[in-house]
């Protein structure tokens, strides 16, 4: 079962150059969330989607776009890298309650993305 | 103040203890709590809900206290697979669909 699904895995990039993480999931889960990992920070999050149509900010949105086109894919992309945006991404996914997702996040194995 | 906030650790202990984790949310609205087990480099994966009644999973019980607004993991007879990161993760109230991650507890268990 391939679950949720993250490209690439690894990246390099100049600073000022665009890119877009993909994430797709499998499992028809309504609720999609994307996270960035750093040393001493903890995961936090990004942006989030709880249906095809909309979207959220998370926590540190500032530099990201997201769209939520269908339920399968919620691509997240940096419009001008910097450094500060070196990080782990990881893309995850949940069923969704009415008030919110039910805990289970189903994440992708994760990007690892430097910014020289 | 963080909104979820963990001791860092590592704690270090041998195999066959018990060990602890709190961890402390600022929401007092937040409805549901988790824990989370990463793996160094993996990604991470549910290892229990937090119930009010609190939850036992085999050697794993985890407790939540509205009162002072934290949860706590518990971990007896800890295996060397126990070591890990563990994760706080609370949704922050109501008609919220945010789920906040603490920064995480290391747990290391030797032989």
């Known amino acids: 079962n391939a679950g949720v699904t993250q490209t690439p895995k690894f990246q390099v990039l100049k600073t000022g150059q665009s890119m877009t993480l993909q994430c797709a999931q499998d499992?028809?889960?309504?609720?999609m969330s994307w996270y960035r990992q750093d040393p001493g920070m903890g995961l936090r999050l990004i942006h989030y989607?709880?249906?095809?149509?909309?979207?959220d900010q998370g926590e540190v949105p500032n530099g990201y776009n997201v769209s939520r086109s269908t339920t399968e894919d919620f691509p997240l992309r940096l419009l001008s890298a910097a450094p500060s945006q070196t990080s782990v991404y990881f893309c995850?996914?949940?069923?969704?309650?009415?008030?919110?997702?039910?805990?289970?996040?189903?994440f992708g194995e994760g990007s690892r993305l430097t910014v020289l | 103040r963080k909104e979820v906030e963990q001791d860092p650790g590592p704690f270090n202990v041998p195999e066959g203890a018990t060990v602890a984790f709190n961890c402390t949310y600022s929401?007092?609205?937040?409805?549901?709590f988790f824990w989370y087990r990463q793996d160094c480099r993996k990604e991470p994966k549910l290892l229990m809900s937090?119930?009010?009644s609190g939850n036992e999973d085999g050697r794993f019980t985890a407790q939540l206290n509205r009162a002072s607004q934290y949860i706590s993991l518990l971990i007896r007879d800890s295996k060397l697979s126990d070591s890990a990161t563990y994760l706080c993760?609370?949704?922050?109230?109501?008609?919220?669909?945010?789920?906040?991650f603490g920064t995480g507890t290391r747990l290391q268990v030797f032989p």
């Open positions: 499992m028809n889960h309504e609720y």
């Open positions: 929401n007092s609205a937040s409805q549901s």
């Open positions: 995850a996914s949940s069923s969704s309650y009415r008030t919110g997702p039910s805990g289970e996040l189903f």
């Open positions: 989607s709880v249906g095809a149509g909309i979207t």
């Open positions: 937090v119930y009010s």
């Open positions: 993760v609370v949704n922050m109230g109501w008609g919220t669909d945010k789920l906040i």
